[in-house]
């Protein structure tokens, strides 16, 4: 891979509640090069999660450090490290969480750095491209599942995210539902990376490449096809 | 929902017992209203003038009161007593017996007119009007008979049946007979004067002037401010409960209102993580979760209010009037008690998300699928 976007350099996590020490994870180095969809695949308890919340800055490692660019999340603050989200992050997570008592329109508006005209604009935008137009000034209880979570993937898109990180995207979702979303995170890589944590290796037929992680221990990159037995990408959508 | 549910119903309980225990104050306000429209001033026994039967306000006190400035008549007047219903049981109520131009003069006064199928007294006979609340309060209509010498429990019985001939249409408290009949049928009960002001709005200032300066070992003077203070000292133990039911009742449900918010909140807080998650800052969550409560608790409010004003208007005529307790189903009291509800509830809401918040890790949230 070249163009490294995120790297980790021998990172660590390990849980010590005084009874038992347990390792997430265990030296992971790694690098995420720029406009890719890559997955992050393994059995329950590889660490693959554990690995996204360090890469977002959601949790800090206890061992190595995470880079973006020239960015090293050790050196700032946990305020700093909410602003790296706000500003340069998508989140999309298994459970579509939103504002109950706020239109979805208003809850994709969450997400975009400045509240003004433009901002409406391209949320509209978003809202005709993920197909859920009509659903823009409904509350989330009037609302689908699938629905939902595409309305989360517009808010994640909202502040043009250098990277998207989705975890377990699909898992609460019926598989239409569940291929739509994937296929709408898989097209955002035109304009930046966008990295899903998945157990559902089908959910990963478009990705550029798949980390295999195990007992809290990177496998390495590997292309997709070798990984799930199947080429081709998914279909995708224009963003 | 169901918050706003809770926020409704909080505000009608307090709402309705602030305004069924205000019935006791209401009462008193209600009855002696009529001395904002005239100043009664009664004889004591030690006005009595040897040789005299009837005990009148002595010459000189009359002509104290005459001097007093902003005094336009005084309205010398005896009368008789019939009980109504209140509250705290059969209360005595005075039906005074005055002229007809008097009478006319009182009830322009008060703003007060005939209701349409009545009359006036005619002068000399047992005949009397009443106020349309008092006519409600004793379920009394025109012909019936409302007073009777064998009344109990009133200071002066009627000394004959009184038939009802008229009802007043007006919120001040008043009955009138003819003076010609009070003086023929009670000579030996003593004459009061009935002081009025030149400017109405002047009445309690002058019978609190009255109350002060005049010989009290002589006179009675019934001021309007006056009397609602003696009453209020009379039934000091009672005001006390009645405060201490209002302030409980008040104080439990805004706390539990308030820590309902706190489960229904708690039970959101994964919106909130997981936003904080996505990179909103705390201060940022915590506008929203004030502001969402604002729209709710606000909304919620204005349905109680609505709730407790419907449900009080109707059950005012068919429940507690009839009973004898009078009740201001807008009395702004009531719903300013109400205000610790929106108060408590948003200030359990910011507290819980703030403290929430500043102790979770999102990723515990997120995590717990």
């Known amino acids: ?239 | 929902m169901p918050l706003a549910f809770v926020i409704v119903l909080s505000v009608f309980l307090i709402a309705s017992v602030v305004t069924i225990v205000n019935s006791i104050d209401l009462t008193v306000l209600t009855i002696y209203n009529y001395t904002k429209v005239f100043t009664p001033v009664l004889p004591r026994l030690a006005a009595a003038v040897p040789g005299e039967e009837v005990i009148r306000v002595p010459a000189n006190i009359q002509a104290q009161i005459r001097k007093t400035s902003g005094v336009d008549r005084t309205i010398e007047t005896s009368g008789f007593f019939f009980n109504i219903n209140t509250v705290f049981g059969p209360f005595p109520f005075v039906c005074f017996g005055v002229t007809d131009e008097n009478r006319d003069y009182l009830l322009k006064r008060a703003g007060d007119s005939l209701l349409p199928g009545g009359r006036m007294p005619d002068p000399g006979k047992p005949e009397a009007v009443i106020s349309e609340g008092l006519a409600r309060n004793k379920k009394v209509k025109i012909g019936d008979v409302i007073a009777s010498p064998l009344d109990t429990g009133t200071l002066v019985a009627a000394p004959a049946p009184i038939k009802l001939v008229g009802i007043l249409r007006g919120s001040t408290w008043m009955a009138f007979t003819s003076k010609k009949y009070t003086d023929a049928s009670l000579p030996l009960v003593p004459h009061s004067l009935l002081v009025t002001t030149a400017d109405p709005a002047a009445q309690g200032r002058v019978g609190d002037q009255l109350y002060d300066t005049l010989d009290k070992f002589q006179v009675q003077v019934l001021s309007f401010n006056n009397l609602v203070k003696t009453l209020r000292t009379s039934l000091a133990s009672m005001y006390l409960i009645m405060h201490l039911v209002n302030g409980t009742v008040i104080f439990v449900v805004a706390l539990m209102a308030g820590m309902l918010s706190n489960i229904y909140f708690t039970q959101r807080i994964s919106e909130f993580a997981v936003l904080a998650a996505i990179g909103l800052r705390r201060s940022t969550l915590v506008w929203h979760a004030v502001s969402e409560t604002a729209i709710l608790t606000t909304l919620g409010w204005l349905l109680g209010v609505f709730v407790n004003y419907s449900v009080l208007t109707l059950m005012k005529g068919s429940v507690f009037e009839p009973r004898g307790m009078l009740i201001n189903p807008s009395d702004p009291l009531s719903y300013l008690n109400t205000l610790p509800i929106p108060v408590c509830i948003t200030l359990f809401a910011v507290a819980t998300i703030s403290y929430r918040l500043a102790n979770l890790d999102p990723v515990t949230i997120i995590e717990r699928r």
């Not at chain 1, 208003?106 to 993920?130: S, T, W």
């Open chain 1, 1 to 239: 891979m070249t163009e490294s976007l995120l790297s980790t350099t021998n990172i660590s996590l390990v849980y010590d509640d005084g009874a038992r020490v347990t390792h997430a994870l265990r030296d992971v180095t790694i690098e995420i090069p720029n406009k890719r969809f890559v997955g992050i695949m393994g059995p329950s308890g590889s660490g693959k999660s554990s690995l996204l919340y360090i890469l977002s800055g959601l949790k800090r490692p206890t061992g190595g450090d995470v880079r973006l660019g020239d960015y090293g999340y050790k050196a700032h603050s946990d305020l700093d490290l909410i602003d790296l989200r706000r500003q340069r992050f998508g989140f999309v997570f298994q459970q579509p969480y939103l504002l109950v008592w706020q239109t979805a329109m208003e809850n994709v508006l969450m997400g975009a750095p400045i509240l003004d005209a433009a901002a409406r604009k391209k949320a509209v935008g978003y809202f005709e491209q993920l197909g859920i137009g009509a659903m823009a000034e409904k509350l989330p209880s009037q609302l689908s599942g699938g629905e939902k979570q595409r309305v989360c993937v517009a808010r994640a898109m909202m502040n043009d995210p250098d990277i998207i990180f989705a975890d377990e995207p699909t898992a609460s979702l019926d598989h239409a539902n569940g291929h739509l979303v994937v296929d709408l995170l898989s097209a955002y890589r035109k304009h930046g990376t966008v990295v899903v944590v998945t157990h559902d290796p089908e959910m990963l037929q478009g990705a550029d490449s798949v980390l295999l992680m195990r007992d809290g221990q990177s496998l390495g990159w590997r292309d997709p096809v070798d990984v799930l037995g199947t080429a081709g990408p998914s279909k995708t959508v224009a963003l």
